[in-house]
């Protein structure tokens, strides 16, 4: 019974125990044998052959295809990670300007310790200073009291002193009258 082959099975040509078992005029008939099986063998390998250059070229165009997704990959990648070390250059900033407002903000904290630390001392100055112009002005005006009492005492003395002076004046003018009078009257007699 004459052998097939099919593409998933291996097939070995035994030459020795075909000559043995075929005599001489069989032998065309295994030449004929022979050259089918081969054209068999050659169609099965060229179809094979041709599946897989197919596969190939399938593959080739996969590759090809993965190729440039991989390359849009590494594309957005690479641009993905450009834009990460600018934010991170970015955060950076921002990390030295946080820093550096903290520390400004310390110093800030530190001079208003210190403003407040000198307000607080020149409060309790203008507190003492009040305080001792309201004593001083209880003592101007005690002065300012007392120095018009003075004068008003004064005032009223010289008033007094006037009127006694007036008095003793407007007596002394009468009196001075009194005698121009009688001195007149006088010298009218002796005339």
């Known amino acids: 019974m004459p052998r097939t082959i099919n593409e998933n099975s291996n097939f070995e040509i035994n030459n020795d125990s075909i000559y043995k078992e075929t005599n001489e005029n069989d032998k065309n008939k295994y030449d004929d044998i022979v050259v089918e099986k081969e054209q068999e063998l050659l169609f099965v390998y060229s179809s094979k052959i041709k599946k897989l250059g197919e ?12 190729e440039e997704k991989f390359k849009l990959f590494q594309d957005d990648f690479l641009y993905n990670l450009k834009v990460l070390e600018e934010r991170d250059k970015e955060l950076e900033n921002f990390e030295k300007t946080i820093v550096d407002m903290k520390e400004e903000n310390e110093k800030k904290k530190e001079t208003i310790i210190n403003l407040n630390f000198q ?3 020149k409060n309790k ?3 003492c200073l009040e305080e001792k112009n309201k004593k001083q002005e209880k003592t ?3 002065s300012i009291m007392n120095l018009k009492n003075e004068f008003n005492n ?3 003395n010289n008033e007094k002193l006037l009127n006694r002076k007036l008095d003793d004046y407007s007596q002394l003018i009468n009196d001075l009258k009194n005698q121009l009078t009688e001195s007149l009257s006088t010298i009218k007699k002796q005339k």
Not at 55 to 64: A, H, I, S, T
């Open 154 to 156: 004064a005032c009223e």
């Open 140 to 142: 101007y005006e005690e």
């Open 125 to 127: 100055e203008i507190v």
């Open 119 to 121: 307000l607080n001392v």
């Open 55 to 66: 596969e190939l070229v399938d593959r080739n165009n996969k590759l090809k295809n993965l």
